[in-house]
C-alpha cells in the first residue's frame, strides 16, 4: 500500500472512527450487559455487570439489573461470556531488520494477528525507531489494524554496538552514534541523550549490554527527570542485578539472568559456551542465594518481565539454553514466592511458531502450569501489571470507568483454567469492536480472491463479530458498515482506493440522499462503479447493506 493512501486512510479513520456518532454529533455509545468481568486488581469476577462504552472511553460500569438500557447506546448481550481487559505483551521486538525480514509488510501482518488474539497494547523492546515511530501512529489512529505499541531506544556500551542485530536496525547510520542506538559512558551528554529519545517518540530506554554499573543511575535519573521509563535487561554485564535495581531501573527482563548476581563469568556463558562447576551451578539454583536481590527489588518497586516463552522455545537447541530455561523457571518462582511484581512478555514472534493465537497466550500457560500462579494472576501479569511497566496504568490495563475501552470478551472463564484467555469471540480496542476474522458458524466467508480480484461479502451496520447493530439510524448504520468494510480491506492489506465497485442496496430508497452523503466520506480521488436498489428484508432488518469488488490492480 502506498504511503500516500495510507496517509489518506489515516485522515478518514480520524474523521470516520466512531467516536462521535452520526447523530448530533454525540459520542457512540455501545452498551455491554450480562458481562462477567475479570477485576485484574482484585483477582475476582464481578458478575452480571454492565459496562457502557462512550467513544473510546468505559463510562460506566454496574450490574445489569440498573443498568440493562441506555437511550442511543446500541446493546450487545454478553451472557455466559467473561470480559477481561485488553492483553499487553511486556517484550515483543518488531522492524529490527525493516528491509528484510521485518519489513513493513510482515510486521504489519504480525501486528493484526497480535490484535485479533486480544492483544491491545505492546512494549517493543527495540528495533528501528523510525519504522517503529511511523507503526505506533498508525496503530494510534486504527489505520492498521494493531496494537498499540510502545517502543524504548537501545543503550549500550561501545562495545555492545557490534551486534548484527544493531547493524540492521541503524541502517543508513553508525550503531551507538544513532538516536536509537546509543553507546554511552559516564561522560555521556543524558539530558541530550533522553531529548533525542523523546523526539524519536520512545517511551522508554532500554539499557540492553556492556555498561559499566557507575553509568546506570546517570542513565535512570536523566530519563525520569524527562519522563522515559527505564527499562534493563537483569544483567548488562559488567553491572550485576543488584547493583541495576539500586540504581533506579523499573523493570527488568530475562528472570534467567538474575543468576548473574552470583556468577562473576556469567556473559561468557550467556553469550559463548562457558560452563558452571557443579558447586556453582547449584548455589545459583537456592532461592536464599538471592533474598538481597529481592529485597531490592520490592523496596524499589522494580518490575520482572520474565519471558518464559523464548527460553522455553529455545531449550532443546543444546545444554545451555537447556539451563537458561531451568533458570527462567527457578528465578521466576523464586521471585513470585518473594512477592515481585511480575508482568508478561514473551520475545518471540508468535506467527514464526505457526500458533493459533498470540504467545502471551503460551506465556500465561507457563506462569500457570511452571510457576504456580493462579489463572487470574497470570491474566493480571499480562493486564495491569504490563500496564504499570510501560506507565499507562492510570489509563488501561484494567476494567475500570474513565479508561480506555481495551477489552477482550471470552466465550469461556479464565478463573479455573488459564486456556480458556484464547476462547476469544470479541475484541474491542479504543471502543470499536474488532474485525477477528472469519466467523466459521456463518454459510460465507468475508472475501474471496482470485488472480488480484477481492470479492467482498455484503457488509450491514453491525459490530463485527456480534449481531447487534450500530444504531438504528440510517446515518449510524452506514457508518459501521463502512467501517467493516474498511476492516476487511486492511485484512487483506488494501484500503478503499483498491475497491472498483459496489452494490448498494436500501431498505427504504427515500434513505437515498443520507446513505450517499456518509458512502462519500469513505473514497478519495476516483469513485468506484456503483448500482443500487431497495431491497426488503435484509439481515437484522438492517437499513442498508453494501458489498464491494477491490483489485490489487485498480487504476
Known sequence: MKIKQIFILAVLHIATSGVVSAEDGKLEQVLLINANIV??????????????????????????????????????DLKGKFVIPGLIDAHVHHATDPDSWDNLSITTERLRYLLRGGVTS???????????????RQAE???????????????????????????????????????????????????SIMLQAIGAGATGIKIYADVEAETVPLLASAAKKHGLKVWSHAYIGPTKPLDIVNA?????????????????????????????????????????????LFDAMKENGTILDATLTVFERRNTLNEKYRKLDQLSTQMTQFAYQNGITIAAGTDA??????????????????????????????????????????????????????KKANIVVLSESPEKNIENSQSIA???????????GDD????????????????????IGNHPSTLTMAGESLEAQMHQTMKNIGQVLESKNLDFDDVVKCTLMLADIDDWPAANEVYLQYFNGKKPARSAFAASGLALDAKAEVECIASRSAD
Open 39 to 76: 477485576d485484574v486488581n482484585a483477582l475476582k469476577v464481578d458478575e452480571n455487570q454492565s459496562i457502557l462504552i462512550e467513544g473510546d472511553k468505559i463510562k460506566r460500569i454496574s450490574s445489569t439489573k440498573k443498568l440493562s438500557k441506555v437511550r442511543r447506546a446500541s446493546v450487545v
Open 122 to 136: 505492546v512494549r517493543d523492546m527495540g528495533g528501528d525507531a523510525r519504522a517503529l515511530a511511523y507503526l505506533k
Open 141 to 191: 489512529v486504527d489505520s492498521i489494524a494493531s496494537p498499540d505499541i510502545y517502543f524504548s531506544v537501545i543503550i549500550g556500551g561501545e562495545s555492545f554496538f557490534s551486534d548484527p542485530r544493531t547493524i540492521a536496525s541503524a541502517k543508513g547510520r553508525t550503531p551507538g552514534r544513532t538516536t536509537w542506538m546509543r553507546a554511552v559512558d559516564q561522560n555521556s551528554d543524558m539530558d
Open 248 to 292: 533506579g531501573v523499573e523493570t527488568i527482563s530475562h528472570a534467567s539472568d538474575m543468576s548473574a548476581q552470583l556468577v562473576d563469568n556469567f556473559k561468557a556463558w550467556r553469550r559463548k559456551t562457558a560452563e558452571f562447576d557443579d558447586s556453582t551451578w547449584g548455589k545459583m539454583l537456592q532461592k536464599d542465594s538471592y533474598l538481597d
Open 349 to 402: 514472534f508468535s506467527d514464526l511458531e505457526n500458533d493459533t493465537t498470540p504467545m502471551i497466550h503460551h506465556e500465561l500457560k507457563l506462569l500457570v502450569d511452571e510457576i504456580g500462579m493462579t489463572p487470574l494472576e497470570a491474566i493480571q501479569a499480562a493486564t495491569i501489571n504490563a500496564a504499570k511497566v510501560i506507565g499507562i496504568e492510570g489509563s488501561v490495563g484494567s476494567i475500570e470507568e474513565g
Open 426 to 436: 470479541h475484541v474491542v480496542k479504543n471502543g470499536r469492536f474488532i474485525f477477528i
Open 440 to 459: 466459521p458458524q456463518l454459510p460465507f466467508s468475508s472475501s474471496r480472491e482470485v488472480n488480484g480480484t477481492i470479492w467482498l461479502s455484503g457488509q
